[in-house]
């Protein structure tokens, strides 16, 4: 069946997000978009933070970036600092940009590790601009400098998610989507094929679609609850089950700095996440070694300022649907899977989604092969970024609490072991495909958190070392060279996005 209605049920930034990618559509193609939502049915609203293909994904929708920023109070993000993970008062950066740079075909990493064991003690810390620019308080965007003898910065924003679903909600609306207000109160199925035919309203109204887009949140109104397409449970890998979510003013004068923090706790972990008026603040813990009221007291005791609302308390269950296109229907957001906020990958999860959605689509019908190709291609992303969330956890040297040591002895994925043992061994890092985390990624997390490398790549001893020194030393002067002129990140703010403080 040709499909000519598309009905996506749930806004929030899943919902909104997919109004605005489909309104493209309505140029050239006769489809009605109808997003349903009430205002009675609060968002999540947890996801405030991003990862630079989030960037590409406003760029693709022409969305103006000062004017975006301006309105959901964002800042600006080089990567995710991460404190007490591997050991209590250890801290290190999960950068956006790579370290360093090939040479010759090898990774930075490995060629880094040669020199070390030559008598070169510079940590790889300074030879990357992402890290450098953080630690400083400092940032630019590459078009600002343009210059070939200098790293390009890679970066991601810090949102207010509720303002961008707005923000979105204004984009798809102008673009022809139509909202309706009312909750669903029921699903017709076709009887013989199966796929959802109507939803019908809280007022009785039905809406006919021929493709729906289930938004719907944790709950996977159409794909859960009409379909039965059941859940693939990952509490063994990732046990956190809860969050407790706090606004807060910057009460202590801190700037908004261009990284997300986030701090281990003995059950778990609390984000800190800089918008320009305020911190987004949260805790993520494990139900089974922490109750709520605990939860919060840590949370609240680790605020920079004043909170600004109630505690907005969640609870979740760590994986994802067994099928996220299920005959007519596909799920988006929290509807499709959770995976906590760890790598900020949200967001994200639903960007790609509504991508492979979109390279997929046919308006001549939905066929077996489509589905098929949507639940391959996206359970592998959902797990290869699980096996990434693991490692945070169990790369630990932590036996303060009973939540440490289960994550420290814990069973993990075959896929993940691997990738460790041979980290371990030479310092190789497969990436398999379009694998989201980059070498970088990999090994920030695992050095940063102790797993170091005994060996290298047998090639890497195979360079000049003097002509290899003075590669790095004018890595090492680019970066600090560029650190040393560009302002900082509260400076940038406030010069090309600054956003209204009294719509905090």
């Known amino acids: 069946m040709a499909i000519s209605k598309i009905v996506i049920v749930g806004g929030g930034t899943a919902g909104w997000m997919t109004a605005a990618a489909l309104s493209k559509l309505k140029s050239g193609h006769n489809v009605e978009i109808t997003l349903i939502e009430s205002e009675q049915i609060g968002t999540v609203g947890v996801g405030e933070a991003t ?22 109070q ?57 890290t450098m620019a953080a630690h400083f308080g400092k940032f630019a965007r590459t078009a600002d400098y343009q210059r070939e003898d200098l790293p390009p910065m890679n970066y991601a924003y810090h949102i207010d998610a509720t303002r961008y679903a707005g923000f979105l909600r204004a984009y798809a609306e102008a673009r022809g989507v139509v909202r309706r207000e009312g909750r669903v109160a029921d699903v017709t199925l076709n009887n013989e094929s199966g796929f959802v035919e109507t939803v019908t309203m809280n007022d009785g109204e039905t809406v006919a679609g021929d493709l729906f887009v289930d938004c719907s949140g944790f709950r996977g109104l159409l794909i859960e609850q009409a379909l039965e397409t059941g859940y693939d449970d990952w509490t063994r890998f990732l046990p956190c089950d809860r969050a407790v979510a706090l606004p807060c003013n910057r009460d202590d004068g801190s700037p908004p700095h261009p990284y997300t923090k986030a701090t281990a706790h003995s059950a778990g972990w609390q984000w800190r996440v800089p918008l320009q008026h305020r911190n987004g603040n949260g805790h993520v813990y494990c139900s089974q070694f922490m109750e709520d009221d605990e939860a919060h007291d840590i949370l609240v005791a680790n605020l920079a300022g004043k909170p600004t609302a109630e505690p907005n308390f969640l609870r979740f269950v760590t994986g994802r649907r067994k099928k996220f296109w299920n005959k007519n229907v596909v799920a988006l957001g929290l509807a499709a899977g959770f995976m906590e906020p760890l790598e900020s990958t949200s967001i994200h999860l639903i960007n790609t989604g509504i991508n492979k959605l979109i390279a997929l689509l046919s308006l001549d019908g939905v066929t077996q092969a489509q589905e098929d190709a949507f639940n391959r291609f996206t359970t592998k992303e959902y797990e290869r970024i699980r096996d990434f969330l693991v490692l945070h956890y169990n790369a630990t040297s932590r036996d303060d609490s009973e939540f440490w040591n289960y994550c420290r002895t814990m069973e993990v994925p075959d896929s993940l072991t691997e990738k460790v043992e041979l980290f371990r061994l030479n310092g190789q890092i497969f990436r398999e495909e379009d694998e989201l985390f980059t070498e970088t990624s990999w090994a920030a997390v695992m050095m940063g958190q102790g797993i170091q490398m005994e060996g290298h790549s047998v090639m890497a001893d195979a360079l000049p070392f003097e002509k290899t020194i003075q590669e790095l030393d004018e890595i090492e002067k680019s970066v600090r060279f560029l650190v040393g002129k560009i302002p900082t990140h509260e400076a940038y703010l406030k010069n090309y996005c600054p956003a209204d403080p009294l719509a905090n």
């Open 51 to 72: 990862i630079p293909p989030f960037v590409d994904f406003n760029q693709l929708l022409e969305i103006d970036e000062r004017e975006m920023l301006a309105a959901v």
């Open 74 to 130: 964002g800042t600006f993000k080089l990567g995710i600092q991460f404190a007490n993970w591997g050991k209590i008062g250890e801290s290190y950066l999960h950068p956006f940009g790579n370290y360093g740079y090939e040479i010759d075909g090898l990774s930075f990493h490995s060629i880094w590790h040669s020199c070390q064991q030559r008598g070169d003690k510079r940590p790889i810390q300074v030879f990357n601009i992402e």
